[in-house]
C-alpha cells in the first residue's frame, strides 16, 4: 500500500511560481496514476489534473490549462505539480492522490490513496 506525502506549499505573491511534490513510499510507484486536487476553504475539493503511471499522458480539468503542469519521476517515486501565474484563488490546501489504475480520471472517489495536503496561500 503506498503512502503519499505533499511538500512544497507556502506563502507566494500573486504573479509567482511554486512547485508542489508528492513522495511516494511503501509501493512500487510506477504502478499508480497519480492526480492533483485542491480544497479550498468552505469549498468541495476539486480536480486539478492527473498523470499515467508511465508519465507520458496527462489530462487537467480545463481552468487549469496552461498554468499548471503535472509530472513525474518514477526514479525518485515523486510526482509534481508546477503552478505558474498564482492567483489569490488558487489559495487552498492540494492534496496528491493514486490509484492502481493506468487511466486518467477525475473524480475523487477513484482515488484510492491520499496524502495530507500542503497549503498554499497567494497574496494580492
Known amino acids: 500500500q503506498v503512502q503519499l506525502v505533499e511538500s512544497g506549499g507556502g506563502l507566494v505573491q500573486a504573479g509567482g511560481s511554486l512547485r508542489l511534490s508528492c513522495a511516494a513510499s511503501g509501493g512500487t510507484f510506477n504502478v499508480y496514476a497519480v492526480a492533483w486536487f485542491r480544497q479550498a476553504p468552505g469549498k468541495e475539493r476539486k480536480f486539478l489534473g492527473t498523470?499515467?503511471?508511465?508519465?507520458?499522458?496527462?489530462y487537467y480539468r480545463d481552468s487549469m490549462k496552461g498554468r499548471f503542469t503535472i509530472s513525474r519521476n518514477n526514479v525518485e517515486n515523486t510526482a509534481y505539480l508546477q503552478m505558474n501565474s498564482l492567483e489569490p484563488e488558487d489559495t487552498a490546501l492540494y492534496y496528491c492522490?493514486?490509484?492502481?489504475?493506468?487511466?486518467?480520471?477525475?473524480?475523487?472517489?477513484?482515488?484510492?490513496?491520499w496524502g495530507q495536503g500542503t497549503q498554499v496561500t497567494v497574496t494580492s
Open positions: 492522490a493514486a490509484r492502481p489504475k493506468d487511466s486518467l480520471t477525475s473524480p475523487l472517489d477513484e482515488y484510492d490513496y
Open positions: 498523470i499515467n503511471m508511465s508519465g507520458s499522458n496527462t
